[in-house]
């Protein structure tokens, strides 16, 4: 597969990539926070040189039959950053996560830094805003993130070379964030054991998802790929989170080189039919598309989540 020369975003991504390949200098330093409860991988990643860092896919614990929320994730999270002595000036959301609720505006407050996610979060809010009855005053443009990232989007952290790729077909809104050679890729792929994302929450499309992932697999083969997600596939006894471009075309059980485009989508309209919604897709979604905030309280100082009943 040789990337595609119309495709200037991933031209310029796999030119990153390529670069920090060849020179360990433009490689950042990546720490990774496995949370067991939602199977969810936060990562901490910065650049050797200046110690400027992100934060990517962080977890506010909650307890679905109390209600309460708790930090401790995102305290192991601070006590390494604050370990390590680095400046966090970017906190990044892969996309609004069905299951795990973001703890973002706590780690802002304690670390500092911007909150960033895909633009495309503003067509996630316009639907999941009804589906809540949110109300005029919940606002649908975005405006409760710092930066709204579009394809190609070029940042820094640090001396390090970063770019985004808008990665739809999980959701609308999903994106890749590139720092170096290391892909942070969201709900897309899992490991190879373990195939792919499913494609079937409001506004998802599997037609799309087998395309972002070719794309993102146009990248070098030696690009570093950090997942949001493992289950630990059948017969195998750890959790993992890290793999290769090369190791996905090779060996991904459901999107590996020579699948096409019809054979997945069969594959995966057919297995997410048989699949239950997350456990936590209510309380997660009302407060991710918030920015990682709760409902504002209502008279008597409390915050509520919403359940639908026989709308989903």
């Not at 949370?35 to 901490?44: K, L, R, W």
Request: hydrophobic residues 40%; contains cysteine.
């Amino acid at each position: 597969m040789t990337t595609d020369t119309t495709d200037t975003p991933l031209a310029t991504a796999t030119a990153q990539v390529a670069a920090a390949i060849a020179d360990p200098a433009k490689r950042p330093s990546i720490a990774g926070f496995f949370d067991e409860a939602t199977n969810t991988i936060t990562y901490v990643v910065h650049d050797p040189a200046t110690c400027e860092a992100a934060v990517i896919d962080s977890v506010l614990d909650y307890d679905a039959a109390s209600g309460r929320t708790s930090f401790t994730s995102a305290d192991l999270v601070a006590e390494y950053v604050e370990s390590k002595q680095l400046k966090v000036t970017l906190h990044i959301e892969t996309h609004a996560h069905a299951d795990h609720l973001s703890a973002a505006p706590y780690l802002q407050g304690k670390l500092g830094g911007e909150l960033g996610i895909g633009r495309e979060i503003i067509r996630v809010q316009d639907v999941f805003g009804k589906l809540f009855n949110a109300g005029s005053e919940f606002e649908r443009d975005g405006s409760q993130f710092d930066r709204l990232f579009v394809d190609g989007e070029r940042f820094k952290l640090g001396e390090l070379d970063g770019i985004a790729l808008h990665v739809p077909g999980h959701t609308p809104a999903d994106m890749a964030f590139i720092i170096g050679d290391a892909a942070f890729v969201g709900d897309t792929i899992f490991m190879p054991d373990f195939g792919t994302a499913r494609a079937d929450f409001p506004g998802g499309d599997a037609h799309q998802l087998f395309r972002s992932i070719r794309r993102l697999l146009a990248l070098p083969r030696d690009t570093r790929l950090f997942l949001c997600h493992d289950y630990k596939a059948p017969g195998r006894d750890t959790y993992a989170w890290e793999t290769t471009v090369g190791q996905q075309r090779d060996g991904n059980i459901h999107v590996k080189d020579g699948v096409s485009e019809d054979e997945f989508v069969a594959m995966r309209t057919t297995r997410d039919a048989t699949l239950a919604m997350p456990k936590l897709i209510m309380p997660s979604v009302q407060v991710n598309i918030r920015g990682g905030r709760l409902p504002d309280p209502e008279d008597n100082g409390v915050s509520y989540i919403k359940i639908p009943i026989n709308a989903v």
